[in-house]
């Protein structure tokens, strides 16, 4: 498995790279088949530190967690058992997946915006309805079957996930609801 270890505006040791690269490859190893790569991010906001870990795992699935904490170590052990925790739950459909799929999933582009927001304050009006766009990205819209997508949202703790169905090879979303389940709109 390929590391990459970084810290923003903080540097991250040798040791702490090598306490990353033992426990992340134990904690993955022992629920995951073949992961790729992982991405370790720290960084650090007054005086805790935060950890973000990101696993891609052969079958083109993501895992992510995250975790704060007051010392760098125990930020990452938190992050990393939060990672174990969530390959565990899903171990068994990552295996199946892993059987049932012999090729990785298939990634298509799209174009990923971030929009300001505008409506902070409730008295003034906008003066156009065009939104200002903020920041634009490129993103991968993956494609799973609705099982997969909903695994894979749940792997990488979004709120919602765009996806072409395997099924109909049209786009779909999964999306967690406010009343914790998940809905899926399949136009």
């Not at 199946?96 to 999933?105: A, E, T």
Request: glycine share 6%; charged share 25%.
């Amino acid at each position: 498995m390929r590391y990459q270890i970084s810290g923003k505006q903080i540097d991250v040791g040798e040791a702490l790279q090598t306490h990353v690269k033992t426990e992340l490859g134990e904690a993955v190893a022992k629920y995951a088949e073949r992961p790729t790569d992982a991405h370790v991010i720290f960084s650090k906001n007054a005086s805790e530190y935060a950890c973000e870990t990101i696993v891609h795992l052969s079958t083109g699935l993501t895992a992510q967690a995250k975790a704060h904490a007051h010392e760098i170590y125990s930020a990452f052990d938190q992050c990393c058992a939060k990672m174990e925790k969530q390959l565990r739950r899903y171990k068994r459909r990552l295996k199946d997946h892993h059987k049932d799929r012999p090729q990785p999933v298939e990634l298509s582009g799209a174009s990923s915006y971030i929009l300001a927001s505008e409506w902070e304050d409730v008295d003034s009006e906008p003066e156009t309805l065009q939104p200002i766009i903020i920041a634009e990205m490129e993103t991968q819209i993956p494609s799973l079957s609705v099982g997969e997508a909903v695994m894979q949202m749940e792997l990488a703790g979004a709120p919602v996930l765009v996806f072409r169905n395997e099924g109909n090879k049209g786009l779909n979303v999964v999306y967690r609801r406010e009343d914790g389940n998940i809905g899926w709109i399949d136009p």
